[in-house]
């Protein structure tokens, strides 16, 4: 089945101890996503993908990072993980810009 | 500030109730909505779209309704049935080919 993964499912860090997040996708989409989602919260975008172009959010932390070296995955990089980045990241990619967005299940990050 | 609201944070139907879980929006710029179901561990998964030319829009089981004046959307679930027991996302985005803005969830429980 054409699908959404990310790897691990769940995430432990030290307090300023780089960590990466990754995504795969067989779905072969132009457009891949990460989003921040803290409880109870909306998920927020933190930047996209429309194939090479990347696209940061105005407000999203010079700390959050992306890669994407090829169509099928999608890296973020955490460089200095603080408290308050402890939540749930879920990757997503579309066909197109705006298209419906297929969903991963999420990485749940814990800082200590 | 939230650009599109779900005041409800949880909701309880009786199985084969109606369902009407509601959102409103602040952003008279948007003009595409919607909704997304998610389960627990997984992503969130598309449920049901609707364009501003439109004020409703049926799929099955599920209705999306658009009062555009109101600035509100709300998807009807009817009969409702134990699988529906998710969070409900509703989302917006300016034009099919911007980013999607996501309100916090309603979680739905439907009562045996």
């Known amino acids: 089945d054409a699908m959404v993964i990310q790897n691990p499912r769940y995430q432990v860090t030290q307090f300023g101890k780089p960590v990466t997040l990754s995504c795969s996708q067989t779905?072969?989409?132009?457009?891949m996503y990460w989003y921040q989602q803290k409880s109870s919260q909306a998920p927020k975008l933190l930047f996209h993908?429309?194939?090479?172009?990347?696209?940061n959010e105005a407000d999203t932390p010079d700390n959050f990072q992306s890669r994407r070296p090829n169509t099928s995955f999608c890296f973020l990089d955490i460089r200095s993980p603080g408290l308050g980045d402890a939540a749930m990241y879920l990757c997503?990619?579309?066909?197109?810009?705006?298209?419906?967005?297929?969903f991963g299940p999420g990485t749940r990050l814990t800082v200590l | 500030d939230q650009q599109v609201k779900q005041n409800s944070p949880s909701l309880s139907v009786q199985e084969g109730r109606i369902s009407i879980l509601n959102c409103d929006y602040t952003?008279?710029?948007?003009?595409?909505f919607l909704w997304y179901k998610k389960y627990p561990a997984e992503g969130p998964t598309f449920l049901i779209s609707?364009?501003?030319?439109?004020d409703k829009n049926e799929d099955g089981r599920f209705t999306v309704f658009l009062n555009k004046s109101a600035k509100h959307l709300s998807l009807h679930i009817v009969p409702s049935q134990p699988g529906d027991s998710a969070v409900y996302f509703c989302?917006?985005?300016?034009?099919?080919?911007?980013?999607?803005?996501f309100g916090k969830g309603t979680r739905l429980h439907i009562l045996p």
């Open positions: 609707i364009s501003s030319i439109k």
């Open positions: 952003n008279s710029m948007f003009d595409y």
């Open positions: 997503a990619t579309s066909r197109r810009s705006g298209g419906e967005q297929f």
């Open positions: 993908y429309y194939d090479k172009d990347f696209n």
């Open positions: 779905l072969n989409h132009n457009v």
């Open positions: 989302a917006a985005s300016v034009n099919r080919d911007d980013k999607i803005i």
